[in-house]
T-cell receptor, first 111, second 110 residues
Framework: DAGVIQSPRHEVTEMGQEVTLRCKPI?????LFWYRQTMMRGLELLIY????????DSGMPEDRFSAKMPNASFSTLKIQPSEPRDSAVYFC?????????FGPGTRLLVL | AQSVTQLGSHVSVSEGALVLLRCNYS??????LFWYVQYPNQGLQLLLK??????LVKGINGFEAEFKKSETSFHLTKPSAHMSDAAEYFC????????FGAGTILRVKS
């Protein structure tokens, strides 16, 4: 298996623009997680899905952030409008039980 | 609240020396505990996990961790550090959803 796939790997955008991050989980995994990592706040769980249904989105910073999982093999995290403080590395992870497998991350820079 | 605490945000050891990264958990019933490693500019990779089967858990790259209920600890060790071990290490506990410690950056000096 190719592991968790994220795209793009790097994104540079200007404040106010819409940003869409993509994730393809490992086939057969029924849980999908979105994390954000910054120097200041460390690793934060934003939202997670089980069988394509959002279970806990309490970590989503504000309404500018939204996440979808239209099917078992694809999820998006959207930021609209983006702000400089959204600059971070965003990780997607998937699991079937207790062990989560992480993607390589998307490094986002909002200017 | 269930959580994990990593003692020491930075640890520095000489190449060939013992590596000891500390993790304490707060849950009374930890069904699972994990150590993940993050190399620079990469995602997190599972190093090892405790699932109640054995208190001493062996992971990849020569690392191991011992679950000690009396001390509520799950410290990560490696007998001899290698330069390639330089990375950030996270202890994690699935308290409903995976809860990560703050991370410990390991530096290995030549």
């Amino acid at each position: 298996d190719a592991g968790v796939i994220q795209s793009p790997r790097h994104e540079v955008t200007e404040m106010g623009q819409e940003v869409t991050l993509r994730c393809k989980p490992i086939s057969g995994h029924d849980y999908l997680f979105w994390y954000r990592q910054t120097m200041m706040r460390g690793l934060e769980l934003l939202i997670y899905f089980n069988n394509n249904v959002p279970i806990d989105d309490s970590g989503m910073p504000e309404d500018r952030f939204s996440a979808k999982m239209p099917n078992a093999s694809f999820s998006t995290l959207k930021i609209q409008p983006s702000e400089p403080r959204d600059s971070a590395v965003y990780f997607c992870a998937s699991s079937t039980r207790e062990t989560q497998y992480f993607g390589p991350g998307t490094r986002l820079l909002v200017l | 609240a269930q959580s994990v605490t990593q003692l020491g945000s930075h640890v520095s050891v000489s190449e060939g020396a013992l590596v000891l990264l500390r993790c304490n958990y707060s849950s009374s019933v930890p069904p699972y505990l994990f150590w993940y490693v993050q190399y620079p500019n990469q995602g997190l990779q599972l190093l090892l996990k405790y699932t109640s089967a054995a208190t001493l858990v062996k992971g990849i790259n020569g690392f191991e961790a011992e679950f000690k209920k009396s001390e509520t600890s799950f410290h990560l060790t490696k007998p001899s550090a290698h330069m390639s071990d330089a990375a950030e290490y996270f202890c994690a506990h699935p308290g409903g959803k995976l809860v990560f410690g703050a991370g410990t950056i390991l530096r290995v000096k030549s």
